[in-house]
Nanobody, 119 residues
Framework: QLQLVESGGGLVQPGGSLRLSCAVS????????IGWFRQAPGKEREGVSC????????NYADSVKGRFTISRDNAKNTVYLQMNSLKPEDTAVYYC????????????WGQGTQVTISS
């Protein structure tokens, strides 16, 4: 069974950086997609970024374009989300998720990692 485990969250000041990791076990990553989502208190979960693992093609929400970068290391079965120039409105629980394609139905979620941006 596919399992996803996020790590790397924490508390940083505005303008700071964090790198989230999503370690995937139980399945070879090569032919699928991994997305990052986030949910802030009182708000719906939203998509942040996605990467198609076979091609490396990526997409981003407008709110994070130019600040966040998604990448993968297929040898390590890990997907990363590098987050720079963080803003208070980036505060949320961040989840990674597995699907057959970006924008497709999520087949499995990680447990989430808290990211808090505050001075």
């Amino acid at each position: 069974q596919l399992q996803l485990v996020e790590s790397g969250g924490g508390l940083v000041q505005p303008g700071g950086s964090l790198r989230l990791s999503c370690a995937v076990s139980g399945r070879t990553l090569d032919y699928y997609a991994i997305g990052w989502f986030r949910q802030a208190p009182g708000k719906e979960r939203e998509g942040v970024s996605c990467i198609r693992l076979s091609t490396g093609s990526t997409n981003y929400a407008d709110s994070v374009k130019g600040r966040f970068t998604i990448s993968r290391d297929n040898a390590k079965n890990t997907v990363y989300l590098q987050m720079n120039s963080l803003k208070p409105e980036d505060t949320a629980v961040y989840y990674c998720a597995f699907s057959l394609r970006c924008g497709g139905q999520v087949r499995s979620w990680g447990q989430g990692t808290q990211v808090t941006i505050s001075s």
